[in-house]
């Protein structure tokens, strides 16, 4: 598939796993339960599609067209993936896993991130303003070297905030 455009398509169980996607556009898609890692999407235009229960892990998707770049993930595995310098705002994860995903130099003011898990995601000059963590797990987001004006936390996960200080956070589940 070389310099294609999907509009409006469903993609539904297909293997894109180690495919080369490079400059193909993908307008208003959504796919369903698709496996993308490894895909090549360098030059891939890919303007409001929705990835449901998709794999998309090892993805870069800083080399994607910078021009057609807004997405909305939900019951999707995006480990090992990079967004690094990425425009993502706006962007809804739902239910995702985010392991090891760089957000570095990102723009991803008023994301959403509901109850996803950010084990050893980077953030580093990351705008997280207005972005919602109030149900992500496992993040460590350090404020300093964030923009973080107006994010929204909830008080049981505000240990993400303070990692680099190596506290010992006491949660009080004592039995």
Not at 27 to 48: K, V
Not at 78 to 97: P, Q, R
Not at 136 to 142: H, R, T
Request: with cysteine.
């Amino acid at each position: 598939m070389e310099n294609r455009e999907f509009i409006k398509c469903e993609f539904i169980n297909c293997d894109f796993s180690k495919s080369d996607l490079r400059d193909n556009d993908f307008i208003d898609c959504h796919f369903s339960h698709c496996n993308f890692s490894m895909a090549l999407i360098e030059g891939a235009g890919f303007r409001d599609a929705t990835f449901t229960g998709c794999k998309i892990l090892g993805v870069d998707f800083t080399r994607c067209n910078k021009f057609m770049f807004s997405f909305s993930f939900a019951q999707s595995h995006l480990d090992y993936s990079t967004f690094f310098g990425a425009k993502l705002s706006k962007t809804k994860f739902f239910e995702c896993s985010l392991k090891e995903v760089d957000f570095s130099e990102s723009d991803l003011s008023g994301s959403v991130f509901e109850k996803c898990d950010l084990m050893d995601t980077r953030f580093l000059n990351t705008k997280l303003e207005k972005a919602d963590f109030r149900t992500a797990q496992n993040f460590a987001i350090d404020p300093d070297a964030n923009k973080m004006k107006k994010a929204k936390f909830s008080a049981l996960n505000l240990a993400g905030l303070l990692f680099k200080h190596n506290l010992d956070v006491d949660y009080g589940n004592h039995n």
